[in-house]
């Protein structure tokens, strides 16, 4: 059988640039909110305001590192956030930058997200 390469897919989110500087409304201690629009992995989501994929914000969540998707309970931890955030409305504290993503603590009806994933269950481990 023979491998056929595939293109990558490419996270959606992209108010944050690969390159340049971080928009003035995304630096450290600066307050953003919006719907989650997509779930990135277990401890990534975009967030936006709107239907528009070039105004939302990758985040890294700052408060819950989950195991990467090729390791065990990676998976998992994907689909319990997805279950616990996608499309409804979260407050962030931005943090800092990694590459194009915003590291910040967000919020759900005031509860981290970090505390509702471990309350759900997902175990940590990630890098």
């Known amino acids: 059988m023979m491998a056929v390469p595939t293109a990558a897919v490419a996270d959606p989110c992209t108010a944050v640039p690969n390159r340049g500087p971080t ?10 909110s919006g719907s989650v629009r ?14 528009d994929p070039t105004t939302w914000v990758e985040v890294r969540l700052s408060d819950f590192r989950a195991k990467e998707l090729n390791e065990p309970g990676g998976k998992f931890a994907k689909l319990m956030l ?3 955030v996608m499309g409804r409305h979260v407050d962030c504290v931005a ?18 997200l970090g505390d509702l994933m471990r309350r759900a269950g997902v175990r940590e481990g990630g890098r």
């Open 38 to 51: 997509y779930i990135v992995d277990g401890d990534g989501i975009c967030v936006g305001q709107t239907a």
């Open 82 to 84: 997805d279950r616990l």
């Open 95 to 112: 943090d800092n930058r990694s590459y194009d993503r915003v590291v910040a603590r967000c919020s759900l009806d005031r509860r981290p």
């Open 23 to 32: 928009p003035t409304h995304l630096s450290p201690g600066k307050r953003f």
